[in-house]
């Protein structure tokens, strides 16, 4: 088959790679869509190695039809529509055992133990199958929105983390694919006003668009819009969508006193931002980390699509065959448009 090959930082080749085969318990898929995670960036940069070797098929947020089922795989049938939730918990862990999958402490995922789906085959393991991580996909959802039930997943699991409720004020700064995530998810649960802080002016356009009020930080006093929308007090909420140093002191203080913050963004290696914590001492800040996501935000991720409520198609800007993998990834990096989606042959 062909894939989308790492071979160091900056180096991915579409090339011949080893055909899939569905071992004992495993399945393999024909690749209906994955699409581009700033994750997937930051290793094609070098900027995050933890748990990255070389070679490596990156591709994590896909989805794709059964075309093979390994003995024992359970009741899956050839040609069913698949979405995977890509972290496979152990189930044994005091993480797992304590309501915590996502950071199990032997977790593996797909994109980076195991090869991802930037190829026209992808390889289920056992252990993704076992633990419940294949999900079928409810109808009348497509292959690009199937793709993006991981990222909306992961941020269902941030919002939990922080509590996101109705009549809340949330800033979210950073206005790429999560960023609108985020907008959309608050919208659903309630929140009296969202204000988006992003220097680009395609981004913010798209974040009006959505009812949010968009703040160019390059010519707004961002903390006085804020201030102004929320009775001089802050947010109630506020969510770092992006891992540039700069906004992280910048979030602690946009939030009110008894404030929450949601570092929802990665930061890259050697990118750690100066915080002031007198800050979070004196008002009370909460602040809250979020990775990954676990099953049944994966599984509520879908049903919100498949159901209209999170409407996540308007968020695809960009549909590439594999051949064009490496300038799918350069439109990612660059910031054009919003999600990059990868074609495959299912
Ligand atoms: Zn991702
Ligand atoms: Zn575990």
């Avoid at 990255?52 to 896909?62: A, K, S």
Wanted: charged fraction near 20%; aromatic fraction near 6%.
């Amino acid at each position: 088959m062909r894939a989308a090959v790492l071979h160091a930082p900056g180096d991915l080749r579409v090339q011949d790679w080893p055909d899939p085969v569905a071992g004992p318990g495993e399945l393999v898929l024909k690749v209906g869509s994955a699409a581009i995670c700033g994750t997937d960036i930051r290793i094609f940069r070098g900027r995050k190695n933890k748990g990255v070797h070389f070679p490596t098929v990156l591709g994590h947020e896909f989805a794709g039809r059964i075309v093979a089922i390994g003995a024992g795989a359970g009741d899956f049938k050839i040609g069913e529509c698949v979405g995977v939730d890509p972290v496979y918990p152990c189930g044994r862990c005091a993480y797992c055992q304590s309501g915590r999958e996502n950071v199990c402490q032997n977790r593996q995922a797909m994109g980076y133990e195991f090869d991802g789906a930037f190829a026209e085959y992808v390889r289920i393991p056992a252990i993704g199958v076992q633990r419940g991580n294949i999900f079928r996909l409810p109808e009348g959802i497509d292959w690009s929105q199937a793709a993006l039930a991981e990222p909306l997943g992961c941020v269902l699991n941030g919002q939990e983390n922080m509590g996101i409720g109705v009549g809340d004020s949330l800033v979210i700064i950073g206005f790429g694919p999560i960023g609108a995530l985020h907008l959309k998810t608050a919208l659903v649960s309630g929140v009296r006003q969202v204000l988006v802080v992003e220097p680009n002016p395609a981004r913010r356009a798209v974040a009006a668009h959505l009812g949010a009020v968009a703040i160019d930080p390059k010519s707004a006093d961002v903390a006085e819009v804020v201030r102004n929308a929320t009775d001089g007090l802050g947010a109630d909420a506020v969510i770092v969508a992006i891992g540039v140093p700069q906004v992280a002191n910048q979030a602690l203080t946009l939030a009110r006193k008894g404030g929450r913050i949601n570092m929802f963004a990665g930061f890259s290696v050697g990118d750690m931002p100066p915080i002031d914590v007198n800050l979070i001492h004196y008002n009370e800040l909460t602040i809250t980390g979020a990775s990954a996501l676990k099953r049944r935000h994966f599984g509520t991720a879908l049903a919100l699509i498949a159901s209209g409520r999170i409407d996540v198609s308007d968020l695809v800007t960009h549909r590439l065959p594999l051949a064009e993998a490496g300038r799918a990834m350069a439109i990612a990096e660059a910031g054009e448009g919003l999600k990059i989606v990868v074609e495959g042959p299912a």
